[in-house]
């Protein structure tokens, strides 16, 4: 069963029974949307709460629909739109209060504080790359590389024909190179 | 060899951003939704209990030593296992075991059907360290015939020691069988301040009622009213029929039927 069928046969179990089906709905997608999130917002703890709090509303959506609407859901897009909109709103809040300290969140679990420290590093790095795109453009790159979304659904999440989302695209690609091209990093 | 980056290698660099979530967030967030319950072991009256609890309170208590394997069997939701209760609930469960009542304790009987519910909630208000047998619980409901039918509702009583189906007897008035072994049913009593031999012994008797001969009223024998009657006064009855021939009254706190 190929990527777009399993989220069809999600959808239908989750029409059918939200609850059974949700625990599968949130492994099946968590990775993505984390990852995803965690370059479009400031700290780790942060992408945790976002993400979280983008399947929490998630279910309460799916409570109230009807289920021919669930069934119908592209539950991947579907998804975005929630967590795009809080990592939208928390930058919103974030701009209003703008001298906050960066707290690092380290896990107590993780065996080596050293590599903590180089993840911590190189999340910086590429906060500091990304921040120069635009913000539909930031999001385009990362909707399509990071998180690994087609040009069709990236346009439906961000509601821009497909055309401009894959010019988007090019363009953060570029400008990306560019930033890595100058601070040396070589293949 | 200082060849520049490609647009390939950056898709390639941020593809290798993509990485794991948190280990807990899953459990997170079923837990937020109430799509999973979580649990945590209390100190019970006679061992350790695990506790199950989701939005509605608590759907499950399991003794620590049949923990996992009758769980299936309890609650139809994921479970997360947590280090403790949160205080309120801590709080409650505890003061539920040290004066064996649910108090204002929420269980979730959600998935249960009216009847069972029903059932529960008159086996809660059974005292502890008394016992009354099935048909008292199935008339009490107003259920006279449904005997069988309240023993297999207490049978499946998510909340066992919660609500005390321990406390219910055979019809015969011995302890009988329960869930998790006749053993944990005589301990629980015996917690209670209850001597399970003395009942065991009055059921071999088959003495069901007691009565005292100077109020002309008639108990069930661990009734607290029974046990204040002193021996010279002490009246034993095989059946409510006997005991009303005599001239008796059922007690109005035990309200006796077998």
New interface residues.
Partial sequence: MNRSDAMGDLAHRLARDLDAAFPDFVRALQDRVYSGVLRLTRRRGEAEEITQEAFVRAYRALERYPAEQVRSLALQPWLWTIALNLCRNRARSQSRRPTEVELRDHDDQAPDRTEDEAIAVSDDEWRRRLETLTEPVRAAVVLRHVVGLGYEEIAEILERPAGTVKSDVHRGITRLRTLLDEEGVRP | M??????A???R???G??????PH??D???V??G??DQVATVAGPIGPLRIVFGRRGVSACVPDAHWPDHLAHHVG??VVEVDALPPRLAAQVERAFDTGKLGNLPVDLETLSDFQRTVLRKAAEIPPGEVRPYGWVAREIGKPGAVRAVGSALNKNPVPVLIPCHRVSRSDGHLGEYAYGPEMKRDLLAAEGLDPDVVETLADRRIRYVGSDTTGIYCHPTCRAARRITPPHRVEFRSESAAEDAGYRPCKVCRPAA
Wanted: glycine share 0%; hydrophobic share 50%.
């Fill in positions: 200082n060849q520049p980056l490609t647009t290698d950056v898709e660099s941020l593809a951003l993509a990485t794991s979530a948190p967030l899953a997170q967030v079923l937020a939704t799509v999973a939701r994921p």
